[in-house]
């Protein structure tokens, strides 16, 4: 796991448990708050947004229940929200071809990751076999 090394006493961490598919709404709603206090523009606020739903909704579908850690950076000129996705579900298998696009075990259009580090400023994917998967991602407020 990285830790980007976020320790100012602004910065604000919240957790939130994927149990069920409501949770991937609140989720959602968290991240959009969050991007709103740091006054994100509508681009980056989207592509967090977008980012929140996919990969939670991974969490869901895949692992069946995982976890959603929003944290909040704000360290004066340097904003933004870090995301965590933790899951210990089945991990990914053939991750660099999921990672190309296109590539779907659940019917969907194989795009969710693939755009997700896309739409990312920093990407961090953590898989394995039969024990799970943790995906870290950053995206800062443009300046
Ligand atoms: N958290 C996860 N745990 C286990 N496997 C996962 C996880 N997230 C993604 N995968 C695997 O990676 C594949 C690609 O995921 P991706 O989100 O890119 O596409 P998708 O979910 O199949 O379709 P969609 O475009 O609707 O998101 C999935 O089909 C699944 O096999
Ligand atoms: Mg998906």
Do not use: C
């Amino acid at each position: 796991m990285r830790d980007a090394g976020h320790d100012s006493s602004q910065d604000a961490k919240e957790s939130i448990r994927i149990v069920e598919e409501a949770d991937i709404i609140t989720a959602r709603q968290r991240v959009r708050a969050t991007a709103q206090e740091l006054g994100f523009d509508s681009f980056a606020a989207s592509a967090i947004i977008t980012i929140t739903s996919e990969l939670a909704r991974n969490i869901w579908v895949y692992a069946g229940r995982g976890e959603v850690v929003v944290e909040r950076i704000d360290k004066g000129a340097r904003k933004g929200i870090g995301l965590q996705f933790i899951d210990q579900g089945p991990g990914i298998v053939d991750l660099p071809k999921v990672l190309k696009g296109g590539l779907s075990r659940g019917g969907g259009l194989g795009l969710g990751l693939s755009g997700s580090k896309r739409l990312a400023d920093e990407f961090d994917i953590d898989t394995q076999p039969g024990k799970g998967t943790h995906i870290s991602v950053v995206k800062w407020k443009a300046r």
